[in-house]
Antibody, heavy 122, light 112 residues
Framework: QVQLQESGPGLVKPSQTLSLTCTVSGGSISSGSYYWSWIRQPAGKGLEWIGRIYTSGSTNYNPSLKSRVTISVDTSKNQFSLKLSSVTAADTAVYYC??????????????WGQGTLVTVSS | QSVLTQPPSVSGAPGQRVTISCTGSSSNIGAGYDVHWYQQLPGTAPKLLIYGNSNRPSGVPDRFSGSKSGTSASLAITGLQAEDEADYYCQSYDSSLSGSNVFGTGTKVTVL
């Protein structure tokens, strides 16, 4: 059974770059032709899709974040990563990684990692 | 950036039936894209509840059901139980947002 675990700094200074890694266990990140996604949730608010990556490296990003987001994959480590540049307090949120099921226009997310809280503050 | 609208809250007594609506537009649900539903228990990550409009993953009780019509979708919970108290989110795809996945605004279900 595939499991995902987010890791990275819990505190990032304004204007710096937020960097998170999602480690996939229980299966190869390269098998099954899956996409992999990042999703975030500010405290007390709803979910926001950040972007997705295919194991080939092909990516799609939320247009509202596209200029600041980079998602990459390292198949040798069974990991994929998120970088969000020029962060502000508005980027404070719980960040989740998730496996994408189905083709991009019909996809859903399952399973999810447990989430990691990232606070942007000086 | 929620383009899918849900009621902020719904409530019901144990054993009752509640429904949660998810209203979209012609660029997402109305365009024929599937709707999926997630349950988020307090302090935990979202969990897939319904995929492909009406399909339940293994392990999800048949008290949960989904449907879609036109530009809207619905999640129904029958035989409401205390453990169903959670936030529920719908999710779909929007062709007007460069192929973005979009989530609903979320609904808090309270068991009275």
């Amino acid at each position: 059974q595939v499991q995902l675990q987010e890791s990275g700094p819990g505190l990032v200074k304004p204007s710096q770059t937020l960097s998170l890694t999602c480690t996939v266990s229980g299966g190869s990140i390269s098998s099954g032709s899956y996409y992999w996604s990042w999703i975030r949730q500010p405290a007390g608010k709803g979910l926001e899709w950040i972007g997705r990556i295919y194991t080939s490296g092909s990516t799609n990003y939320n247009p509202s974040l596209k200029s600041r987001v980079t998602i990459s994959v390292d198949t040798s480590k069974n990991q994929f990563s998120l970088k969000l540049s020029s962060v502000t307090a508005a980027d404070t949120a719980v960040y989740y990684c998730a496996r994408v099921r189905g083709i991009p226009s019909l996809n859903w997310f399952d399973p999810w990692g447990q989430g990691t809280l990232v606070t942007v503050s000086s | 950036q929620s383009v899918l609208t849900q009621p902020p809250s719904v409530s019901g007594a144990p054993g009752q039936r509640v429904t949660i609506s998810c209203t979209g537009s012609s660029s997402n649900i109305g365009a024929g894209y599937d709707v999926h539903w997630y349950q988020q228990l307090p302090g935990t990550a979202p969990k897939l509840l319904i995929y492909g409009n009406s399909n339940r993953p293994s392990g999800v009780p048949d008290r949960f059901s989904g449907s879609k019509s036109g530009t809207s979708a619905s999640l129904a919970i029958t035989g409401l139980q205390a453990e169903d108290e959670a936030d529920y989110y719908c999710q779909s795809y929007d062709s007007s947002l460069s192929g973005s996945n979009v989530f609903g605004t979320g609904t808090k279900v309270t068991v009275l």
